[in-house]
T-cell receptor
Framework: EAGVAQSPRYKIIEKRQSVAFWCNPISGHATLYWYQQILGQGPKLLIQFQNNGVVDDSQLPKDRFSAERLKGVDSTLKIQPAKLEDSAVYLC????????????FGQGTRLTVV | AQSVAQPEDQVNVAEGNPLTVKCTYSVSGNPYLFWYVQYPNRGLQFLLKYITGDNLVKGSYGFEAEFNKSQTSFHLKKPSALVSDSALYFCAVRDPNTGGFKTIFGAGTRLFVKA
C-alpha cells in the first residue's frame, strides 16, 4: 500500500512570496489533515477535510493560508504572502473513516522563509 | 477543550533498561489516545492507540502503553530499550464527543538510548 505522498520535500522562499504544497493521501482515506510543525514543537492542526468538505480550520491563518481538496482526493496548501514565522515542516496525513482510526503521515515539506 | 501534556522534554536511558515516556491529557469525556514516533527527516509513524477495553495496549517495536483514567495518563513503556529507539515521541488525544475527530498532539519527548 502506497503511503501519503507530499511534494516538494524542501522549499526556500523569500518573505512575501507565495508557496504551495501538494499532498496525495492513501487511496480510500476520507479524512485528510494538514499540520504545521515548528522546530521543537508538536504538530499543530491547520485544517482537516472529510472527503472534500472542511471539518476544522479553526487554527488556519485565513488571511494568508488557504487549502483545498478538490474531488476529495489530492489536496494543496498555499501560503500567500509568506512570513518568516511560517518557517516550519508542513505535514499531510490521512485516515480512513471512523473516529478511532490512526493517521498516516507523509514525510513533510520543510519550508524556510528568508 | 482537549489538551495533552508531555512533561519531559528529554528522557535518557541506557540500552537494555526499561523506558517510560510520560503523557497526561484533558478531555471532557472518554478519550482516544495515540502514540507516534518521529525519526530524523521522517514523518510521524503510528505506534499504538487506546480506544476502549484493556488498559494496557501493545504496539509496534515492542512498545506498550497503559491507560490510567483516574490519573488521566497514557505513559509509553518498553521493557528493554534499544539504541534504535532513540527518536522523538508524540502523544496525541482525540475527544470522540466533539465532531470531526480533531487530534491534538503534545510537544514531544526526545528519547536518547545510550549504548
Amino acid at each position: 500500500e502506497a503511503g501519503v505522498a507530499q511534494s516538494p520535500r524542501y522549499k526556500i522562499i523569500e518573505k512575501r512570496q507565495s508557496v504551495a504544497f501538494w499532498c496525495n493521501p492513501i487511496s480510500g482515506h476520507a479524512t485528510l489533515y494538514w499540520y504545521q510543525q515548528i522546530l521543537g514543537q508538536g504538530p499543530k492542526l491547520l485544517i482537516q477535510f472529510q472527503n472534500n468538505g472542511v471539518v476544522d480550520d479553526s487554527q488556519l491563518p485565513k488571511d494568508r493560508f488557504s487549502a483545498e481538496r478538490l474531488k476529495g482526493v489530492d489536496s494543496t496548501l498555499k501560503i500567500q504572502p509568506a512570513k518568516l514565522e511560517d518557517s516550519a515542516v508542513y505535514l499531510c496525513a490521512s485516515s480512513s473513516n471512523g473516529d478511532n482510526t490512526e493517521a498516516f503521515f507523509g514525510q513533510g515539506t520543510r519550508l524556510t522563509v528568508v | 477543550a482537549q489538551s495533552v501534556a508531555q512533561p519531559e522534554d528529554q528522557v535518557n536511558v541506557a540500552e537494555g533498561n526499561p523506558l517510560t515516556v510520560k503523557c497526561t491529557y484533558s478531555v471532557s469525556g472518554n478519550p482516544y489516545l495515540f502514540w507516534y514516533v518521529q525519526y530524523p527527516n521522517r514523518g510521524l509513524q503510528f505506534l499504538l492507540k487506546y480506544i476502549t477495553g484493556d488498559n494496557l495496549v501493545k504496539g509496534s517495536y515492542g512498545f506498550e502503553a497503559e491507560f490510567n483514567k483516574s490519573q488521566t495518563s497514557f505513559h509509553l513503556k518498553k521493557p528493554s530499550a534499544l539504541v534504535s529507539d532513540s527518536a522523538l515521541y508524540f502523544c496525541a488525544v482525540r475527544d470522540p464527543n466533539t465532531g470531526g475527530f480533531k487530534t491534538i498532539f503534545g510537544a514531544g519527548t526526545r528519547l536518547f538510548v545510550k549504548a
